[in-house]
């Protein structure tokens, strides 16, 4: 653990080590800030520090009467971030994810599919839809659409098998188009009927969709994909500024 984080990130981490590790377990009482106190040897207010940073990343509830539980965090993993764990040789699943995958089809782009990939509404598209899944249950139903002169130069595209490179890593390797440009929209979305049944929820239920757009070094689009985000999921992004 590194000494150089401010105490109360120190003792933040070595609680979430515990419950990634499963010493703690949903359903059990966190530390107190008056144990995590005495236990660190640190102020009451810097103890606070910690449970307010545990609650804030969604490792802990408070419950009145009963104290500060553990819960199973639920954070999403956008498209865009596969992409950049692809890109620093990470790999693209998160810790205790896997992913099922559900179709793989040739269909007439819609209007927003059409606007992504520059041609024209009812272009004929390949589209390829998997599942993310946890041990939270369902996180993701993502659909990833690319033209059908791109998908015939990769016919795994169009296989009910994974894609080891991802989508982004066999465009480069048949083409040399690389990503270069992304833009990724957050917005409340109902949830299609085609996608609800993967969700778990009712058609139009009302969940987080985020949408990812991107270009090549030319500036011409590769790929558009949507994440339809099972509800209670959320999405979280740090970095250093």
Known sequence: ??????????????????????????????????????????SAATAARVTAV???????????????IVRTPSPAT???????????ARPSIGEGER???LDVRREEADRAVADA????VGTVVARRRRRYL??????AVSSTWVTGALADLMPEYEQL??????????????????????????????????????LGVPAGTEVLA???????????????????LAPGRRLVAECDV
């Open 78 to 88: 956008a498209g865009a971030e596969r992409l950049t764990r692809m890109l620093s």
């Open 1 to 42: 653990m590194s000494q150089a984080l401010p105490p109360y990130r120190r003792i933040a981490e070595k609680i979430i080590t515990d419950i990634e590790a499963g010493r703690l377990r949903p359903g059990d009482r966190a530390p107190s800030v008056r144990e995590i106190e005495r236990a660190e040897g640190v």
């Open 99 to 101: 992913v099922e995958l």
């Open 134 to 139: 946890d041990v939270g249950g369902v996180v």
């Open 210 to 228: 985020t949408t990812n757009h991107y270009w090549d070094q030319r500036g011409e689009p590769t790929e558009y994909a949507v994440d339809y």
């Open 161 to 198: 098998a994974p894609l080891p490179k991802m989508t982004f890593g066999l465009v480069e390797e048949r083409t040399g188009r690389r990503v270069a440009r992304r833009r990724d929209t957050h917005e409340v979305r109902p949830v299609p009927l085609d996608v609800a049944e993967h």
């Open 54 to 68: 545990l609650r804030d990343r969604g490792y802990v509830d408070t419950v009145p009467g009963i104290g500060t």
């Open 117 to 120: 990939l520059g041609v024209e």
